[in-house]
């Protein structure tokens, strides 16, 4: 495996769930990907801009949110392994009405809107990891929607701590009460009862 091929291996393990890429398709893939790395509090997309990648998150926590008059909103918060873009703007190649920010430090695999579209032209497996790519960013948006409108606050807390516990350790409380729906003294409440 070449240089390229290794620095990007948890990313093709991460894929390999799902598609079976061979070896040429492997060299290709890696050499339309960018490796790129953000400090914690660095905008990744910028509201307004055009997005032009569609990124695999190798370590880190990256927030995307939106503006509600001169306040940001929190969207999605997203941890290593999962893919994450301001996919609408990334398809259209429109603007973004929605950023990404760096919670952490964050290490990211990117691959450009043009490069992504080669991939698909050369490799059947490299359209079923887009397709897979884009499904994951649809159904984690759809579960998060689904859960706001029908579980209760104590519900969405309980699902968050199990699910990602690191979280309450490392991103600030004023962004996991805007991603669980309610006000941040709301989320104070519901960790002392969670500790009683």
């Known amino acids: 495996m070449s240089t390229s091929q290794n620095q990007y291996q948890d990313l093709f393990s ?3 769930q799902f598609v079976q890429f061979s070896e040429n398709e492997k060299k290709c893939f890696a050499e339309l990907l960018t490796y790129k790395q953000y400090q914690k509090g660095d905008t990744i997309t910028e509201i307004g801009s055009i997005e032009q990648n569609l990124s695999f998150i190798s370590s880190g926590i990256v927030r995307g949110y939106c503006m509600r008059g001169n306040d940001d909103i929190t969207l999605c918060i997203e941890f290593s392994n999962s893919f994450v873009s301001a996919y609408s703007s990334f398809t259209e190649q429109t603007p973004t009405k929605v950023g990404l920010e760096a919670l952490t430090d964050v290490t990211l695999y990117e691959i450009k809107y043009e490069h992504l579209n080669t991939l698909y032209e050369g490799s059947k497996e490299g359209e079923r990891m887009g ?16 859960n706001l409108l029908t579980k209760s606050a104590t519900d969405r807390y309980e699902e968050l701590l199990m699910n990602e516990p690191q979280l309450m350790l490392t991103i600030p409380q004023k962004y996991i009460a805007e991603y ?3 006000q941040p003294e709301s989320l104070s409440r519901l960790k002392k009862q969670a500790m009683t």
């Open 131 to 146: 397709r897979y790519a884009a499904e994951q960013m649809s159904s984690i948006y759809e579960r998060r929607l689904i």
């Open 14 to 16: 991460f894929c390999e």
């Open 180 to 182: 669980l729906g309610i």
